[in-house]
């Protein structure tokens, strides 16, 4: 069983920055890509930004510029660096895991039950 748990989360003024943490255990594929994902109440999950084993990265056009996603040394954990945020990026953010080895291109356009998903942490951004 894959069990995937985020942080860092909160509440931030427009412009300001965050870091979200996520660190799998159990039973991972360390070849597995990792990224993040997000959803707002009644709107589709979409795709921030994913990584591969090769450290090869994707982002969601929106967050293009603002966010860096990097991967922990021991390949189980995955963070994403926040800046220049604003209002738009409010939603719950959610780490998820490839079930078997893809690009992070793939990874972003995943169908979404082919992902392990953490239980997500919340992004409030305020004007």
């Known amino acids: 069983r894959l069990e995937l748990v985020e942080s860092g989360g909160g509440s931030v003024q427009a412009g300001g920055s965050l870091r979200l943490s996520c660190v799998a255990s159990g039973d991972i594929d360390i070849h597995s890509a990792m990224g993040w994902f997000r959803q707002v109440v009644g709107k589709e999950r979409e795709g921030v930004a994913t990584?591969?084993?090769?450290?090869?990265?994707a982002y969601g056009d929106s967050m293009k510029g603002r966010f860096t996603i990097s991967r922990g040394n021991a390949k189980h954990s995955v963070y994403l660096q926040m800046s220049s945020l604003n209002p738009e990026d409010t939603a719950k953010y959610y780490c998820?895991?490839?079930?078997?080895?893809?690009?992070?291109?793939?990874?972003?356009?995943?169908?979404?039950?082919?992902?392990?998903w953490g239980q997500g942490t919340q992004v409030t951004v305020s004007s």
């Open positions: 990584i591969d084993i090769d450290g090869n990265t």
């Open positions: 998820a895991a490839s079930r078997w080895a893809v690009t992070a291109i793939q990874a972003l356009g995943m169908p979404f039950q082919y992902l392990d």
